[in-house]
Nanobody, 115 residues
Framework: QVQLVESGGGLVQAGGSLRLSCVASGRIFSNNVMGWYRQAPGNQRELVATITSGGRTNYADSLKGRFTISRANAKNTVYLQMNGLKPEDTAVYFC?????????WGQGTQVTVSS
């Protein structure tokens, strides 16, 4: 019913920046929450940031100040600007949407930060 396609991942040196994008399609409603999670090898999936359709944001405490989430409602797109990347940010980043208590996930995009 809802499809999420991420893009923008890749390999970057420590201190660099990347911008992830996620386009949602299908049965998308105006009132939802979009966000990003990440999962490193051997670790559980963890919250990166979320944003409501009204623009209210929530971040993992450890990422505040380096990562910025935004969205373009007319395009059903959510972005994640990542600055000052560190090797420990290496993970698969997943796009997420929640609407009417249903969760949807993208396939993930790999982000690798070299030291």
């Amino acid at each position: 019913q809802v499809q999420l396609v991420e893009s923008g991942g890749g390999l970057v040196q420590a201190g660099g920046s990347l911008r992830l994008s996620c386009v949602a399609s299908g049965r998308i409603f105006s009132n939802n929450v979009m966000g990003w999670y990440r999962q490193a090898p051997g670790n559980q999936r963890e919250l990166v940031a979320t944003i409501t359709s009204g623009g209210r944001t929530n971040y993992a405490d450890s990422l505040k100040g380096r990562f910025t989430i935004s969205r373009a409602n007319a395009k059903n797109t959510v972005y994640l600007q990542m600055n000052g990347l560190k090797p420990e940010d290496t993970a698969v980043y997943f796009c997420w949407v929640r609407q009417y208590n249903n969760d949807y996930w993208g396939q993930g995009t790999q982000v690798t930060v070299s030291s």
